[in-house]
């Protein structure tokens, strides 16, 4: 288990700058999903923990220790990529093997993590197959067992279930959990996958454009996102996102009552909303609406997704306008200019 620092971490290709100052630190042992748009930096930051690129500036330590400069082998970090990269020419048990007998381990070391990984991946029956017989799920888990014999201080893991259909991706993403559950090794996983990250992750790291926007746990990115990028970025459908009084009010597509309905609470907004359109869910609806009255007059006036319990529905129709009010604990508030956040954060910091 490793605390992985990183202080005012830079890096540009030429004029390309992929990662733009970076100030984080993971909890020892935990799972820390870096999430964010494609191209905001989240696979050169890994190179750049992995030591397969030289930062531009700034630092990088394990527990304390600087690691720049130290060559990859000598990091004691074990990656998992996109593509597995198992030896094609090697039965599973010489893939696995393969970085214990690089640094020459003694046999029986061998016979040890051989038996340990297999059994906690439950690939003890596939170690004399070839990759080449392997399904996308086992060759994922033969990568990992490959990974893991070294007892990293700290896995890196890039999109790893990125090339499995949807099935046997989200039972993938179950094991990943219950195997990190039993290492404890801490964890970087990148994703551009919120579900994945939200459902998998200790906590997450939100980058755009090589800079963190925010590092929480799930229920803090969607409860209290940090600035506008991440309100629109978490949650699907994300936060509404509406102008009054010289704000950005940000609701929540659940956080819609109909009047009737509304809690007792303080309020922070009363709107009138024409529904354009409903779209079952099953046990909810989604309704997409127009802001007809309660926003600051637009040129435009604003879109909304909201999400209402199934009961609530069947008295609405298409076309006509509904009065809706959000509390003002469901609220939050940005600051137009900058996009960021405003009111106090309302899930208590971990
Ligand atoms: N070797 C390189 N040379 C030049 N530019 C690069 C290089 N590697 C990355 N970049 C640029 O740096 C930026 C960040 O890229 P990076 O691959 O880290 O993003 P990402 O978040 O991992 O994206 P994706 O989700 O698409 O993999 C991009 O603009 C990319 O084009």
């Known amino acids: 288990m490793a605390i992985l620092t990183t202080r005012a971490l830079k890096k540009h290709y030429g004029r390309i700058i992929a990662v733009d100052g970076v100030d984080m630190e993971t909890r020892d042992g935990e799972l820390l999903a870096v999430l964010g748009p494609s191209g905001s930096g989240k696979t050169t930051l890994m190179r750049l923990v992995a030591g397969l690129e030289e930062p531009s500036a700034g630092e990088l330590f394990i527990d304390g220790q600087s690691i720049v400069g130290i060559p990859p082998r000598r990091r004691n970090i074990a990656m998992v ?33 051989l038996d340990w990984v297999a059994g906690i991946l439950e690939i003890s029956d596939l170690l004399d197959r070839r990759p080449t017989r392997l399904s996308g799920g ?27 259909d949807a099935q046997i991706r ?57 600035d506008t990028f991440v309100a629109g970025f978490i949650g699907d459908p994300p936060m509404n996102l509406l102008p009054r009084d010289g704000r950005l009010i940000g609701v929540r597509p659940e956080h819609f009552h109909l009047a009737a309905e509304a809690p007792g609470d303080e309020v922070a907004l009363e709107l009138d909303i024409e529904v354009e359109h409903l779209e079952f869910l099953g046990a909810e609806w989604l309704i997409y609406g127009v802001v007809r009255r309660g926003v600051t007059k637009q040129p435009r006036p604003p879109r909304v997704i909201g999400r209402l319990r199934q009961a609530a529905v069947p008295s609405l129709a298409t076309g006509e306008t509904y009065h809706f009010v959000v509390t003002r604990s469901d609220a939050c508030f940005f600051d137009p200019e900058t996009g960021q956040r ?8 971990a």
């Open 138 to 164: 086992q060759s994922q888990r033969v990568a990992l067992a490959r990974a893991m014999v070294r007892t990293p201080d700290l896995f890196l893991f890039d999109e790893p279930l990125s090339s499995l």
């Open 342 to 349: 405003l009111s106090a954060a309302k899930v208590a910091v």
């Open 81 to 113: 990529f996109q593509n597995y990269a198992l030896y094609p020419n090697m039965t599973v048990r010489d893939n696995i093997l393969f970085p214990l007998r690089a640094r020459q381990a003694p046999p029986d070391e061998q016979r040890r993590q």
């Open 170 to 226: 989200s039972q993938a993403r179950g094991e990943l959990r219950e195997l990190h559950d039993r290492t404890r090794i801490t964890t970087l996983y990148v994703t551009h996958d919120q579900t994945e990250a939200l459902g998998l992750a200790d906590r997450i790291m939100v980058m755009e454009k090589g800079i963190v926007h925010q590092i929480g746990t799930p229920q803090q990115l969607y409860y209290d996102p940090a």
